[in-house]
């Protein structure tokens, strides 16, 4: 069975204090690993998508990397526009995976001004 | 272009009641998604639909079950509602029905149930 963990649960920063925001995963064969930014009432947003051990992705402050075991979320220099919760997501390979993902139960991250 | 549109946006029902939440994919898109997403959890896969046919199933009980129009636009239905279904009931679009391509989610229906 594919299990996600992320950590910490909840994570609060000051403005411009960077930081890196962890997802554990076991999956049988990736075909991807997501990462989403959700909003409070709202959908998850997608950010990223990695697919093999090493990828590293950027956009603005946040840089997603990727190991054969873990992802990591790296902000640097937040703001507060940033408070979100981010969630993790795994797609495995096995046929009858269709397009389904499985999610870690999020960090929460507050950035103070 | 219009995102994925959830209805309704909120909803309150009673224990033992039915519900049906419906959802329109991005013009296209071919395969939607159902997950159920608890206060404070990350969301869970519920169902699959691709091309109008199951592609997958979580682990939820046969209370729910959804369907998928030739428009591609979508269904969730639970039946007997519980107090543990209250969520949000989020639906995401995407243009394949395998692959790693990502989805695209709607802003979701938040159930109560009382």
């Known amino acids: 069975e594919d299990q996600v963990t992320q950590s910490p649960e909840a994570l609060r920063l000051q403005e411009g204090e960077s930081s890196s925001l962890n997802c554990s995963y076991t999956?049988?064969?990736?075909?991807?690993l997501f990462w989403y930014r959700q909003d409070p009432g709202k959908g998850p947003e997608f950010l990223f998508t990695l697919y093999s051990a090493g990828e590293e992705k950027e956009k603005e402050r946040l840089k997603a990397t990727l190991t054969k075991k873990e992802s990591f979320l790296h902000i640097t220099a937040p703001k507060p526009e940033d408070s979100a919760t981010y969630l993790c997501a795994v797609q495995a390979t096995r046929e009858n995976a269709g397009n389904m993902l499985t999610f870690g139960g999020g960090t929460r991250l507050m950035v103070k001004p | 272009d219009a995102g994925v549109t959830q209805s309704p946006t909120h909803l309150i029902k009673t224990r033992g009641q039915h519900v049906t939440l419906r959802c329109s994919p991005i013009?296209?898109?071919?395969?939607v998604s159902w997950y159920q997403q608890v206060l404070g959890q990350g969301p869970q896969f519920i169902f699959q639909y691709y091309e109008k046919e199951e592609r997958g199933r979580g682990n939820f009980p046969d209370r729910f079950s959804a369907r998928q129009f030739p428009n591609y636009s979508s269904e969730l239905n639970v039946n007997a509602l519980l107090l543990g279904d209250s969520a949000l009931y989020l639906c995401?679009?995407?243009?394949?029905?395998?692959?790693?391509?990502?989805?695209?989610f709607g802003s979701g229906t938040r159930l109560t149930v009382v």
């Open positions: 013009s296209g898109h071919k395969s």
């Open positions: 995401a679009s995407s243009l394949g029905g395998q692959g790693a391509s990502g989805y695209t």
């Open positions: 999956v049988s064969g990736l075909r991807g």
